[in-house]
């Protein structure tokens, strides 16, 4: 029996690492089966089992999966490992996205409502603090006004913006 069988191929080994995986590794070897597993267990909340047909069954969220036609044990393990690395990965694609664009529509929403604020700022220093922003009406904006800088709707695309940052 040989103790390379303990431990994942490079391959997977290297997709554990773009991951995020650092957990230390006996003699600079790619990790074991366990610590890979656990490192999905803790991560991703994956979960599986194999049973004595070399089926293995994983699970993530509401999601099972059926790995088949495996020759051993190892095999299905192995299956099970790149079926973890392909679906985090996938995840990790789909969260780097959700960032990307979160972060470019608060990024584009900012500049627009420092903009806004430049335009609006001596009506709005002038007759409005703050927290009193959330209830101007139109009737309001009216007497006010005064600058004649920005048209009611102008103000409440300010206002809007102005509130999503404030509150998100």
């Not at 192995?78 to 973890?84: D, P, R, S, V």
């Not at 789909?94 to 604020?117: P, Q």
Request: include cysteine; glycine fraction near 2%; charge should be neutral.
């Amino acid at each position: 029996m040989s103790i390379k069988k303990e431990f994942i191929p490079y391959a997977q080994a290297a997709g554990l690492t773009e991951l995020g995986f650092n957990e230390e590794c006996i003699m600079s070897y790619p990790p074991l089966y366990q610590q890979a597993f656990r490192f999905f267990r803790e991560k991703y909340n994956f979960t599986y089992s194999i049973g004595n047909t070399n089926i293995a069954v994983v699970h993530y969220q509401n999601t099972t999966q059926l790995l088949q036609n495996n020759e051993s044990y190892e095999a299905a393990e192995l299956e099970t490992i790149k079926w973890f690395i392909d679906v985090a990965k996938q995840i990790q694609v789909k969260n780097d996205r959700n960032v990307i664009s979160k972060t470019l529509v608060s990024d584009f929403m900012l500049n627009w409502a420092t903009d806004m604020s430049k335009r609006l700022h001596s009506c709005l220093s002038k007759y409005f603090k703050d927290a009193f922003i959330e209830d101007i009406t139109p009737k309001d904006w009216e007497k006010y006004r005064g600058c004649g800088k920005a048209t009611w709707y102008e103000f409440e695309d300010y206002r809007e913006a102005y509130l999503r940052i404030k509150y998100n």
